[in-house]
């Protein structure tokens, strides 16, 4: 089977924070506990080094990810819906006004065919929540390689 690289590019308006999104997804089922804990990563090394640790540091978390000395770095966090056992990445860039979302984490295929991604799910599951954070657009892709 071929692997997927599936992805969707959101612009905002304005700068917005790890947080705002956060707490937007969570009014629409999302939250940062994923089944293994909570991930995230600061890549101000170009390593990407991922970090995993316990939901009560959930604040600390956001914290760091949106403080300004990381401004200048890309951010992520891992989502889940636990009610659709799905989730992935959350990639933010540097300045925050644009992020990338990754289904990473139970990956929804498209009805019918296990090559590609649901992607109109993840965006009816995700639009209408960062709508209130000033959603501009997106561009979603899914291609095999």
């Not at 612009?11 to 293994?36: I, M, N, Q």
């Not at 770095?73 to 989502?79: K, L, P, Q, S």
């Amino acid at each position: 089977m071929s692997s997927r690289n599936s992805d969707i590019d959101f612009t905002f308006t304005r700068e917005v924070t790890v947080r705002a999104t956060v707490d937007a997804l969570a009014a629409t089922g999302w939250s940062l506990e994923e089944p293994l804990g909570l991930s995230y990563v600061v890549n101000d090394n170009d390593l990407y080094d991922w970090q995993s640790t316990t939901g009560d540091r959930t604040e600390e978390v956001l914290t760091l990810l949106d403080a300004p000395e990381n401004a200048a770095y890309h951010v992520a966090v891992c989502v889940y819906h636990a009610q659709a056992d799905t989730g992935g990445q959350l990639l933010f860039f540097p300045r925050c006004t644009a992020c990338s979302f990754i289904p990473t984490i139970n990956r929804r295929n498209l009805p019918g065919s296990r090559l590609f991604t649901d992607v109109a799910w993840y965006l009816s599951a995700l639009v209408p929540a960062l709508l209130a954070v000033g959603l501009a657009g997106y561009e979603a892709r899914d291609t095999g390689f």
